[in-house]
C-alpha cells in the first residue's frame, strides 16, 4: 500500500520561502506522477503543480515563477520549494500519487494522497 508523508509545513513571513517534502513508500514511485494540492480554509482543495515520472513539471497560474517541485527518484521523495510566499498562499499542502491520468487538475485523479502539512503566511 502507497504512503505519502508530508513535513516542511510552518509559519512565515510574506516573502519568505519553505520547502516542502513528501516521502513516497510502498510502491515503485517512479511509476508514479506526484501531484501537490492545497486547501485553505472554507474553500475547495485545488491544483498547485506536478511532476511526472520523467521530471517535467507544470503548475498552477497562481504558483507559476514561485513555485517549483523537484523529485527524487532514488530517494522516493518529491519536493514542493516555495518562493515568494503571500498570504493567500496559506493552506495545507497535500501531496498526492497517480500512476497516469489525462485530467492530473482533478482531485478525483489521484490513487493516494498524504495528510497534508500547514503552511501559514502572515502579512
Known amino acids: 500500500q502507497v504512503q505519502l508523508v508530508e513535513s516542511g509545513g510552518g509559519l512565515v513571513q510574506a516573502g519568505g520561502s519553505l520547502r516542502l517534502s513528501c516521502a513516497f513508500s510502498?510502491?515503485?514511485?517512479?511509476?508514479?506522477?506526484m501531484g501537490w494540492f492545497r486547501q485553505a480554509p472554507a474553500k475547495e482543495r485545488e491544483f498547485v503543480g506536478i511532476?511526472?515520472?520523467?521530471?517535467?513539471?507544470d503548475y498552477s497560474d497562481s504558483v507559476k515563477g514561485r513555485f517549483t517541485i523537484s523529485r527524487d527518484n532514488a530517494k522516493n521523495t518529491v519536493i514542493l520549494q516555495m518562493n515568494n510566499l503571500k498570504p493567500e498562499d496559506t493552506a495545507v499542502y497535500y501531496c498526492a500519487a497517480v500512476r497516469t491520468t489525462t485530467d492530473y487538475r482533478r482531485r478525483s485523479s489521484y490513487d493516494y494522497w498524504g495528510q497534508g502539512t500547514q503552511v501559514t503566511v502572515s502579512s
Open positions: 510502498g510502491g515503485m514511485f517512479s511509476n508514479y506522477a
Open positions: 511532476t511526472w515520472r520523467g521530471g517535467e513539471t
